[in-house]
Structure formats: C-alpha cells, structure tokens
C-alpha cells in the first residue's frame, strides 16, 4: 500500500534561519507531488506541485522553493525564513487522472518562525 | 482559472440538526469538486468528489454534495450531525487534468449537544 512521510512534525526557527522539510512517498511511482500551506484564516494554499523529477511548478511568489531529487521525495527549502512563514504545511501525493486522480496527504508540519 | 469560495469560515449546529456547508466555484472548464475533511492534529481525508458521473455525490460518513451548474455551487449536507462531525471542511476545484487542486479557505463546523 502507498504511504507518505514527512517530517518533522513541529519545527521553531528563528527568523532569517534557514528551512528544509521533507516528504517522501513509499508505494507508488512517478506520483504528482504538492506542498500546500495552512495559514490560519486562509485555508489552504497551494505552494508547489511536481508532475516529475526536476519538474516544479509555483503558484504563489515567495522566499520559499521546491526541489524533486527523485522520483518519490519532494523537499520544501527557504534560506531564510520569515515571520510570515509560519503555518502547517502538508505534502501530499496524487496518482491517476482525470476522474481517476486521488490526492492524499501527509500528516504535516506546524513551523513556528519567531 | 479555478477557484473556490466558501461561505462562512465556522457553522455551529446542534446535535442531530442538518448540515449545510457552502461552496462555490470558479472554472473556465467542466470542473471536478471535491470536500476534504481535516479533524483536529490530523491531516485531510476526501469526503467525496465529483467528477460529473453524477450530479449527487454520497460521500463517507454520510454525506453527500449536489453539483448545481447553473448555481456554480457544490454545496455539502449531512441530515444530522454527530458530535464526531466537528472538524474543518474544504471544498476543492480542479480543473484541467494534471493541474493541481485549489482549496477553499475552509469552514469549521462546532456540534453541540
């Protein structure tokens, strides 16, 4: 069965640190991968998303980035973080298409950028 | 372009009382909807979706959503609440194939007893 991983599940960083978060997805091959962010009071976000290895795609401008080494990981970076980065952010991987695609998410991150 | 609004971000129903939460949606193409549910510390589950094989969708736990193309909404019901209902509620869109989805901001539904 397919399963996604990502850590850690809480991070505090002070501002101007650096960032990396990871996700990695067992089971599957080739998924679509997404970083989403839950900020409170706006939802969620769509970050990035990956159809495949070196492939990004963002939606939104800012200090953060994404990177897809292989084929199964997809790592969420920023070189340094701001105050407004802090929310929960969920990785999450999709396979199929069309009315077939199914999307499932990771457990999550709580970051905390004081 | 996609998009979603959903109206009201908290909705408090007694025990037993219907459920209503709504969403509408943006899309230059027939879109697929969908509502993710997200309990307290966990990450989210799809409840149902549409993908235009029907215009009323039964999801999980006894839910369901009606497709209203002349509404653009995709509003989610449930005929009576359980305290094990309170959670936060997202509607979604996609449109075309191989694009991500887009997520409304959510309503948090409160069950009092």
């Known amino acids: 069965s397919q399963t996604i991983h990502q850590w850690p599940a809480t991070l505090v960083q002070p501002v101007g640190s650096p960032l990396s978060l990871e996700c990695t997805v067992e089971?599957?091959?080739?998924?679509?991968l997404y970083w989403y962010r839950q900020a409170a009071g706006r939802g969620l976000q769509l970050l990035f998303y990956s159809v495949g290895i070196g492939q990004i795609s963002s939606e939104v401008p800012q200090n953060l980035s994404a990177s897809r080494p292989q084929d199964r990981q997809f790592i969420l970076s920023s070189k340094k973080l701001l105050l407004s980065d802090s929310g929960f952010y969920l990785c999450a991987w999709s396979v199929g298409a069309g009315a077939h695609e199914k999307l499932f998410f990771g457990s999550g991150t709580q970051l905390s950028v004081l | 372009a996609q998009s979603v609004t959903q109206l009201g971000s908290h909705v408090s129903v007694s025990e037993g009382a219907l459920v209503l939460l709504r969403c509408n949606y943006s899309?230059?193409?027939?879109?697929?909807l969908f509502w993710y549910v997200q309990y307290p510390n966990q990450g989210l589950q799809l409840l149902l979706k549409?993908?235009?094989?029907?215009?009323l969708v039964k999801g999980i736990n006894g839910f369901e959503a009606e497709f209203k193309k002349s509404e653009t909404s995709f509003h989610l019901t449930k005929p009576s609440a359980h305290m094990s209902d309170a959670a936060e509620y997202f509607c979604a869109v996609r449109g075309q194939a191989g694009t991500a989805l887009i997520f409304g901001k959510g309503t948090t539904l409160s069950v009092s007893s």
């Open positions: 089971g599957t091959s080739n998924p679509n």
């Open positions: 899309s230059s193409v027939p879109p697929y």
């Open positions: 549409y993908t235009s094989a029907a215009t």
